[in-house]
C-alpha cells in the first residue's frame, strides 16, 4: 500500500520560493514506469496539475506554471521536492503529491500553503 505525506511551510510571503516535500511509503519512485505528480486546489476551485517527476528523474510541468517550478527528488530517502518561485497569493492553495499504480489512484492527504504578507 503505497502512502504519500506532503509537507510544507504553512505560510509564505509574496515572492518567495518555498520547498514542498512528499514522503513516499510502500513503494519506490525509483520504480519503473511510475511518476510521481504534485496538483494543488486553491479555495474554491477545481484541482490543477502543476508537474510530475518520473521513475528515471525526467520531468514534466504545466505549461503554465512551467517558468516557476522545479521538481526534484531524493531516492535515498525516497521523497520528492516541490519548488515554486515567485508566490502570489495566487498560488495560496491545498498542494496533494499523487501517483497512479496498478490502475489505483493514491493522494497524499495535502498541505495548505497560504500566500501572504
Known amino acids: 500500500q503505497v502512502q504519500l505525506q506532503e509537507s510544507g511551510p504553512g505560510l509564505v510571503k509574496p515572492s518567495q520560493t518555498p520547498s514542498l516535500t512528499c514522503i513516499v511509503s510502500g513503494g519506490s519512485i525509483t520504480t519503473k514506469y511510475y511518476y510521481w505528480h504534485w496538483i494543488r486546489q486553491p479555495p474554491g476551485k477545481g484541482l490543477e496539475w502543476i508537474g510530475c517527476?518520473?521513475?528515471?528523474?525526467?520531468?514534466f510541468y504545466s505549461a503554465s506554471l512551467e517558468s516557476r517550478t522545479f521538481i526534484s527528488r531524493d531516492t535515498s530517502k525516497n521523497q520528492f521536492t516541490l519548488q515554486l518561485s515567485s508566490m502570489t497569493p495566487e498560488d495560496t492553495a491545498v498542494y496533494y503529491c499523487?501517483?497512479?499504480?496498478?490502475?489505483?489512484?493514491?493522494w497524499g492527504k495535502g498541505t495548505l500553503v497560504t500566500v501572504s504578507s
Open positions: 499523487y501517483t497512479w499504480i496498478g490502475r489505483v489512484n493514491y
Open positions: 517527476i518520473g521513475f528515471g528523474g525526467n520531468t
